[in-house]
């Protein structure tokens, strides 16, 4: 029974402890999102190479992302995020397109969707934590739902997917001013199979203790040849505005 009592009080401490130094934050982020390149093959044997940023033109989409996360013990962080992104474009194809199976005609006017959602919950140590910098790394594990599709008078086609990636993050916030920072915050992975980055450079202002706003470019590209089901890589570049609120 004593030994019990004791553990309940170490434990009891610990948390005490660690909700004493714990900080929750929502983190906001609004964006112009402009296609830089978007190849797609489908199948990636028997299908045609065509672009969804050239072929087929993709005006630039305002996109949002929003965090949800907790730091403890000073350098722990758990993050969720959630960045949905739908690109839409039109255009007249001047070859043959053959794609999931239909081919669309050369000539023919068609308009396209490219949906990439993206779903992560993060966790991150921060090796290196003082006034004037910090550098984090950590892993990521992301849901990604992706759709592509084409549609005409003559026809529609459409291929979506629903998988599961593990990324590495990485975050390097350097602050030479006490109001002023540079941020570098990554999730990136390269495999045979295909390659993945999201990396946001940003210039911080500590608006308070409790606030933050940053303006920045992000790069979203990647992709994958899926054994002979799919080829599809892209670059989104982003123009970004974003708001941190600690609690």
Known sequence: MKKAKAFGFVLSFVIAGAAASAEAFVDLEGAVAFTGY?????????????????????????????????????????????????????GTLDRDVTFEGTTFAAGTEVDSVYRFDSYRLTYRYAFVDRYYLTVAGGITGKIRSAEIALMSPAGYERRSDLGFVPLVNALIHWKPHEKFGVVLDMDALVSPYGRAEDVLLALQYEYSPDASLR??????EGGSEGGGSVYTFALINYVTLGLTVRF
């Open 38 to 90: 978007n190849d797609v093959r489908i199948p990636s044997v028997g299908g045609t190479d065509f672009s969804l940023a050239d072929d087929v033109e993709s005006a630039p989409v305002p996109a949002f992302r929003a965090r949800v996360g907790y730091t403890f013990k000073d350098r722990h962080t758990v993050f969720a995020t959630v960045a949905p992104l739908t690109i839409r474009g039109t």
């Open 215 to 220: 303006l920045g470019y992000r790069m979203l």
